[in-house]
């Protein structure tokens, strides 16, 4: 059963005879009959009653009717939705990255979107296989390590590893606090997937300190029992409850930092609307942020 076959039943129908049908199909009316005749075979129904060279729906035509209208219906959306797919179109676009960045970054992003954006989904990102979420329906991954290979990439910022302490705590009139001073207080930490746990446990086996830590799932819980004065919060969140905010720095005087890359598939049919698009986050993290351009 053809589309084409269908489109003549229902120009059949809607013009109430095979002769002023011919004219709508373009087709001589011996083949439109043959048609008709072929299509009532392959669905095993009688569509029409024939009589005085008019054609008359039967009941089972009139029941059928709707079908055949919804299914050209349906076979035009999808051909539309091809050409637009052509077109690099991106009526969807799905985003996976760490949670504190899609909490941070990606849904105050989301929330400037307009009519015309792409209705904005996400994924949560595993840390161990970051840019393995682009085989898993994420048409754009932001990661804390420079992907690798040939996939379209675009560096957005890097973000510092802070330390939260109450507003009552003896560093809170400062602006940075070594490593070595970190880590001979109590420490409120995310668990070993969060990129800002990894950064801070690489800079502190570099350092080759000692360290006291109790994990949190959640970097916002960490802040909230920091608040509670039981320790040191040490995330890379933006900052809650009020706590103030410490950089974190090395014994090389370095800011410890973690860098967010976004990344695509080049051979993505939207690649080029992903690559503007990225270029709208890269600008919008660096406002919000303050970052260097």
């Given at each position: ?190 668990t070993p997937e969060s990129h ?39 995330v890379s969140d933006d900052p ?54």
């Amino acid at each position: 059963m053809e589309l084409r076959t269908i489109g003549y039943f229902v120009a059949v129908a809607d013009a109430g005879s095979v002769s002023a049908a011919t004219r709508l199909t373009h087709i001589t009316q011996p083949s439109l009959s043959r048609q008709l005749r072929q299509l009532e075979r392959e669905l095993g129904l009688e569509l029409f009653t024939r009589q005085d060279g008019r054609l008359t729906l039967t009941p089972a035509g009139r029941q059928f009717l709707p079908v055949a209208r919804d299914l050209l219906s349906r076979a035009d959306a999808t051909r539309a939705a091809a050409a637009r797919i052509r077109a690099g179109s991106l009526p969807t676009v799905t985003v996976a990255a760490p949670a504190v960045t899609l909490n941070d970054i990606v849904a105050p992003f989301f929330a400037t979107f307009g009519p015309d954006d792409p209705m904005p989904r996400v994924l949560p990102l595993d840390a161990s296989d970051e840019y393995g979420a682009l085989d898993r329906g994420a048409d754009l991954v932001i990661g804390t390590r420079p992907p690798s290979g040939t996939t379209a990439r675009t560096p957005l910022a890097s973000f510092p590893v802070n330390a939260y302490v109450r507003a009552d705590h003896e560093w809170a009139g400062r602006r940075e606090v070594t490593l070595a001073e970190l880590v001979e207080h109590d420490l409120l930490v995310p668990t070993p997937e969060s990129h800002a746990r990894r950064a801070f446990d690489a800079a502190v086996e570099t350092a080759g300190l000692p360290v006291r830590l109790t994990e949190f799932s959640s970097s916002q819980v960490a802040q909230a029992v920091a608040a509670a004065g039981r320790g040191i919060a040490v995330v890379s969140d933006d900052p809650r409850y009020d706590l103030v905010r410490l950089l974190v720095t090395t014994g090389s005087g370095d800011v410890l930092r973690i860098g967010l890359h976004a990344a695509w598939s080049p051979h993505h049919h939207g690649a080029a609307h992903l690559a503007v698009l990225v270029q709208r986050l890269r600008r919008f993290v660096r406002d919000r942020y303050d970052q260097p351009r």
